[in-house]
């Protein structure tokens, strides 16, 4: 099982250009979640999706959209990157929300704006 | 506001304990998770707990107190390779996933 696949690694972006961020799951869950991180502050929501054909906003939405046409994957746009957006950005899925419910993540995509 | 509070850094060394606390203020609770997370790669999960007490996983366990606001992970017989962020989250009454900053942990031999 390949889990929680995120394109691309590593991407380096002039500001004002645009970027899409593609995330594949392979566990059929229903739940998906975009992250940024950044030093010294925890994991923050920028959008996420309670099944196919939703999305809904989290704590940093501002410059970022998301589809999920299909319940596998969720797309991550930047329609005209800032260097505020410089960040490392993981997808997470899950089965559930509640309970014991455990996220799973990419490996993550080092994004740099200049 | 929503907080998360956890240490930044820890040090011990190799077949010892160490305790890394996690307090928090959060708009309700549903349960409070701990993340590993090496270097460059994803965070994976370690514990859950939603309970008061202690939760046993081998070397780790997880201590919750839902009326102090407090968690903490133990590790015991320290390994190199436990060398790692330990990052707490909150889910708080809108089921969404309130995340400390981490504690950075550095095993030494």
């Known amino acids: 099982n390949a889990g929680v696949t995120q394109t691309p690694k590593f991407r380096v972006l002039k500001t004002g250009q645009s970027m899409t961020l593609l995330c594949a799951q392979d566990m059929n869950h229903e739940y998906m979640y975009w992250y940024r991180q950044d030093p010294g502050m925890g994991l923050r929501l920028i959008h996420y999706?309670?099944?196919?054909?939703?999305?809904a906003k989290g704590e940093v939405p501002d410059g970022y959209n998301v589809s999920r046409l299909k319940k596998q994957n969720f797309l991550l746009g930047l329609e005209s990157a800032a260097p505020s957006q410089t960040s490392v950005y993981f997808c997470a899925s899950s089965l559930q929300e509640s309970g014991a419910n455990v996220l799973t993540f990419g490996a993550g995509s080092r994004l740099t704006v200049l | 506001g929503q907080n998360i509070d956890q240490p930044t850094e820890m040090t011990a060394t190799e077949g010892a304990i160490v305790q890394i606390n996690c307090t928090y203020q959060t708009s309700g609770f549903n349960g409070l998770f701990w993340y590993q997370q090496h270097a460059g790669e994803a965070p994976t999960f370690l514990s859950y707990?939603?309970l008061d007490g202690l939760e046993e996983k081998g070397r780790f366990s997880s201590f919750l107190s839902r009326s102090k606001g407090y968690s903490y992970l133990l590790l015991k017989e320290l390994q190199m390779k436990d060398s790692a962020s330990y990052l707490c989250a909150v889910r708080d009454s809108n089921y969404q996933l309130i995340w400390g900053a981490g504690t950075k942990l550095i095993i030494k031999p």
């Open positions: 999706s309670v099944g196919e054909g939703t999305t």
């Open positions: 707990n939603v």
